[in-house]
């Protein structure tokens, strides 16, 4: 959370969303930043799929690449799936060209033994 405050002045066009979120400064409120970062909770010992669109102008790609980086240093397996004509809402949307590899996805972590 505290490295999208950045990219949150433009992405949101409200410079406190992350600030009035968790309730202050990350000099504040430290705590709260750590338990909001994914980063600082790996790792997770978990497979992971991160699916992005490169287009993402609220969140941009270098905050998924950067965690799937630290994610791969912690040891959990992790891959960075990026759509290149997609951007941040679409991965979301049923309809959208991002849904057969976002089911996709779904479909491999939930088999079992993943």
């Given amino acids: 959370m505290e490295a999208f405050i950045p990219a949150q002045?433009?992405?949101?066009?409200?410079?406190?969303?992350?600030r009035t979120l968790l309730g202050g400064e990350p000099a504040a409120v430290p705590?709260?930043?750590?338990?909001?970062?994914?980063?600082?909770?790996?790792?997770?010992a978990k497979r992971q799929i991160l699916i992005w669109g490169q287009r993402?102008?609220?969140t941009p790609l270098w905050l998924g690449e950067a965690y799937a980086d630290a994610a791969r240093k912690a040891g959990d397996p992790v891959r960075l799936e990026v759509l290149p004509s997609l951007g941040h809402f679409e991965i979301?949307?049923?309809?959208?060209?991002?849904?057969?590899v976002v089911h996709?996805?779904?479909?491999?972590?939930?088999?079992?033994?993943?």
């Fill in 104 to 114: 996709d996805a779904i479909g491999s972590l939930l088999k079992p033994g993943n």
């Fill in 9 to 18: 002045m433009t992405a949101c066009r409200d410079p406190n969303i992350v």
């Fill in 31 to 44: 705590e709260r930043y750590a338990q909001a970062s994914a980063m600082k909770m790996l790792p997770l």
């Fill in 56 to 58: 993402d102008d609220m």
């Fill in 92 to 100: 979301a949307d049923p309809a959208s060209l991002a849904w057969p």
